[in-house]
């Protein structure tokens, strides 16, 4: 006969345990081991503080990016002017802040091109395989064999120097690393017993395609997509300061470097916090890169 004197309640410290080795999601775990990764924490820190600086602090701010006081030309950085002001007594820290917005955005944009022209185009590319694959990674290769900088440069030339000439120039050429990418990881996976599974059961191509080889593919798009946003804000920036950028009075991190250089002699500072800027994001994006790529690769974990 079974009685209560027979039972006894478990402790807490087991049930704790329990709960700690139940089994977590995939990207429940990614998530875990990212947060262990110092360096891409930090990383993430700063690009959300960023992005929330660049959006509202132009919102609350006295100052505006294209605001100019010709009786305080060339000041050096204070209390009403964190970063100092420009020739044209414009806010360097407003400025500076507001390009955030355009570099960002360019990144943004240049990575969600590159992740639905690059996933789609490298996916249909290994999952057919054969004279299909050939054709279509004959056409990538010949792409990748120009520089692609070079072709950038001459896009922006003929299409003249704009925000939305930039997106176009960058969408054309950053999506081949991304397909490169993909197709190798759909050649790797279209001969897993889960495809042949949906197959079996009447899955079309298609279905087969969208809804079970690019979601297994996810975390090399993740890492790809993560590591392309700062290669995007470089070019832009290398665009304007060379004058092939976005145009006056917009303020991007590119133009303000290119105004600084001029009086980098005498104020130094002017160069100094745009370039920093650039610096501190693109580091910040690599470091997110690299412990996405840690967490997410399974070639990489340990």
């Given at each position: 006969?079974?009685?209560?004197?027979?039972?006894?309640?478990?402790?807490?410290?087991?049930?704790?345990?329990?709960?700690?080795?139940?089994?977590?999601?995939?990207?429940?775990?990614?998530?875990?081991?990212?947060?262990?990764?110092?360096?891409?924490?930090?990383?993430?820190?700063?690009?959300?503080?960023?992005?929330?600086?660049?959006?509202?602090?132009?919102?609350?701010?006295?100052?505006?990016?294209?605001?100019?006081?010709?009786?305080?030309?060339?000041?050096?950085?204070?209390?009403?002017?964190?970063?100092?002001?420009?020739?044209?007594?414009?806010?360097?820290?407003?400025?500076?802040?507001?390009?955030?917005?355009?570099?960002?955005?360019?990144?943004?944009?240049?990575?969600?091109?590159?992740?639905?022209?690059?996933?789609?185009?490298?996916?249909?590319?290994?999952?057919?395989?054969?004279?299909?694959?050939?054709?279509?990674?004959?056409?990538?290769?010949?792409?990748?064999?120009?520089?692609?900088?070079?072709?950038?440069?001459?896009?922006?030339?003929?299409?003249?120097?704009?925000?939305?000439?930039?997106?176009?120039?960058?969408?054309?050429?950053?999506?081949?690393?991304?397909?490169?990418?993909?197709?190798?990881?759909?050649?790797?996976?279209?001969?897993?017993?889960?495809?042949?599974?949906?197959?079996?059961?009447?899955?079309?191509?298609?279905?087969?395609?969208?809804?079970?080889?690019?979601?297994?593919?996810?975390?090399?798009?993740v890492v790809t997509m993560t590591l392309a946003i700062p290669d995007?804000?470089?070019?832009?920036?290398?665009?304007?300061?060379?004058?092939?950028?976005?145009?006056?009075?917009?303020?991007?991190?590119?133009?303000?470097?290119?105004?600084?250089?001029?009086?980098?002699?005498?104020?130094?500072?002017?160069?100094?916090?745009?370039?920093?800027?650039?610096?501190?994001?693109?580091?910040?994006?690599?470091?997110?890169?690299?412990?996405?790529?840690?967490?997410?690769?399974?070639?990489?974990?340990?």
């Amino acid at each position: 006969m079974l009685n209560k004197d027979m039972f006894a309640p478990l402790e807490r410290e087991i049930i704790e345990v329990q709960k700690q080795t139940e089994t977590l999601g995939y990207w429940q775990d990614a998530w875990l081991r990212l947060k262990k990764n110092k360096m891409a924490t930090l990383g993430l820190a700063i690009i959300l503080i960023l992005i929330l600086a660049a959006i509202f602090v132009p919102i609350f701010s006295v100052h505006t990016y294209d605001e100019q006081n010709l009786m305080l030309p060339n000041q050096s950085p204070s209390f009403e002017h964190w970063f100092g002001t420009d020739n044209l007594g414009r806010d360097i820290f407003i400025r500076v802040l507001y390009g955030a917005r355009i570099s960002l955005a360019i990144g943004i944009v240049a990575s969600l091109i590159n992740f639905f022209i690059g996933v789609i185009y490298g996916g249909i590319s290994g999952f057919f395989g054969g004279k299909v694959d050939r054709i279509m990674m004959n056409i990538v290769d010949i792409l990748y064999s120009i520089p692609t900088l070079l072709y950038v440069i001459l896009l922006m030339v003929v299409l003249k120097p704009g925000l939305t000439n930039i997106f176009i120039a960058l969408g054309i050429g950053y999506w081949l690393q991304m397909a490169r990418i993909v197709r190798g990881q759909i050649l790797a996976l279209k001969q897993q017993e889960f495809v042949l599974a949906a197959r079996s059961i009447g899955a079309s191509k298609t279905r087969i395609l969208l809804r079970h080889l690019i979601p297994n593919t996810m975390g090399a798009i993740v890492v790809t997509m993560t590591l392309a946003i700062p290669d995007a804000i470089f070019t832009e920036a290398f665009l304007s300061f060379i004058g092939l950028g976005v145009s006056a009075p917009m303020a991007s991190w590119g133009v303000l470097a290119s105004e600084g250089i001029n009086n980098i002699r005498a104020y130094p500072f002017q160069l100094f916090f745009p370039a920093a800027a650039i610096s501190i994001t693109m580091l910040a994006f690599n470091f997110l890169g690299d412990g996405l790529r840690d967490v997410l690769d399974p070639k990489m974990r340990r």
